[in-house]
């Protein structure tokens, strides 16, 4: 009796598993955002444009943890440029410590 509930169990898994992959399988032709499916060949590709800065500082009391990374945003005649930069160095200034920090901005339109 036991074995057969085992057996019974197993199956019923087996076939929830298999049910889930086909409709994963059939998802995949859809891209997902936000609930929408989209069709890939509607969607055309868009220029990204960006560069590399380097050199941007961020002053940190000697007592506060110094995060690896920042979003580094600014303005220009273009729009809008952002990303998420690294940090490259420290130094000591003082009562607080300065962090460098380098990377890739993207202009957002």
């Known amino acids: 009796m ?5 057996v019974l169990k197993c199956l ?12 994963i399988a059939s998802a ?9 499916s989209i069709n890939p060949n509607s969607v055309a590709a868009a220029a990204v444009e960006k560069k590399y800065v380097t050199g941007v500082t961020r002053k940190f ?5 110094i995060p690896a990374t920042t979003l580094h945003e600014f303005y220009d ?20 410590y300065i962090a460098y920090y380098q990377g890739y901005v ?3 339109n």
Do not use: C, H, Q
Not at 2 to 6: A, C, G, S, T, V
Not at 28 to 36: A, E
């Open 77 to 96: 005649s273009r729009g809008k440029w952002a990303g998420v930069l690294t940090r490259y160095d420290i130094t000591e200034s003082g009562d607080f």
């Open 106 to 108: 993207y202009l957002e």
């Open 61 to 65: 009391a000697k007592d506060a943890t």
């Open 28 to 36: 995949s032709d859809s891209i997902s955002t936000t609930g929408l």
């Open 2 to 6: 036991i074995r057969k509930n085992l």
């Open 12 to 23: 019923l898994v087996s076939t929830i598993l298999l049910a889930s992959m086909s409709g």
